[in-house]
T-cell receptor, first 113, second 118 residues
């Protein structure tokens, strides 16, 4: 089975802190994604990557950056956390088919105080 | 651009009844894929079922089936014989061949919160 692992299930940070959310997948998938989930808004794409060192902005990239130094690992970085970044963050990788499904991690619930 | 609309924010259903969760979509892509995911309170998104736009038959996976009506641009999820463990958020999603939600990612609807009552 595909496994996508997110490093932290729950985090509490203070405004202005730098936050790292890490994601690792074990199926050699090329495409990886970071989504943000908020009640009533569904999932919104922050950033995605289709290869090592490659990244593209999604729909809501402001305030975020990403890093993909190894194929299996995709990190989301909040350079200076703000309260409006309190949310659930979901990492996913995509199966290598034309319409492959996304495999998700368990999510990281971030609270910024 | 693509759009997914789920018009039912929440639903209450009696255990063992069948459930239909509505999903309509909009895309200009001639070829696309439709997906349903389940998200229990634990938070993990679980893939349930997939339907390709050129598939001749409606997709089925165990108790899940997808009622695909291409002309109406609808892709409703049907859960037969509902169980208490079906209580969760359900998301409809899609990807077009040429305009996916970010390099082969998915565009999601806002979800339906399904509660199964004993």
């Amino acid at each position: 089975d595909v496994k996508v692992t997110q490093s932290s299930r729950y985090l509490v940070k203070r405004t202005g802190e730098k936050v790292f959310l890490e994601c690792v997948q074990d199926m050699d998938h090329e495409n990886m994604f970071w989504y943000r989930q908020d009640p009533g808004l569904g999932l919104r794409l922050i950033y995605f990557s289709y290869d090592v060192k490659m990244k593209e902005k999604g729909d809501i990239p402001e305030g975020y950056s990403v890093s993909r130094e190894k194929k299996e690992r995709f990190s989301l970085i909040l350079e200076s956390a703000s309260t409006n970044q309190t949310s659930m963050y979901l990492c996913a990788s995509r199966a290598p088919r034309v319409f492959g499904e996304l495999f998700f991690g368990e999510g990281s619930r971030l609270t910024v105080l | 651009a693509q759009k997914i609309t789920q018009t039912q924010p929440g639903m209450f259903v009696q255990e063992k009844e069948a459930v239909t969760l509505d999903c309509t979509y909009d895309t200009s892509d001639p070829s696309y894929g439709l997906f349903w995911y389940k998200q229990p309170s634990s938070g993990e998104m679980i893939f349930l079922i997939y339907q390709g736009s050129y598939d001749q038959q409606n997709a089925t996976e165990g108790r899940y089936s997808l009622n695909f009506q291409k002309a109406r641009k609808s892709a409703n999820l049907v859960i037969s014989a509902s169980q208490l463990g079906d209580s969760a958020m359900y998301f409809c999603a899609m990807r077009g061949m040429y305009s996916g939600g970010g390099a082969d990612g998915l565009t999601f609807g806002k979800g339906t919160h399904l509660i199964i009552q004993p």
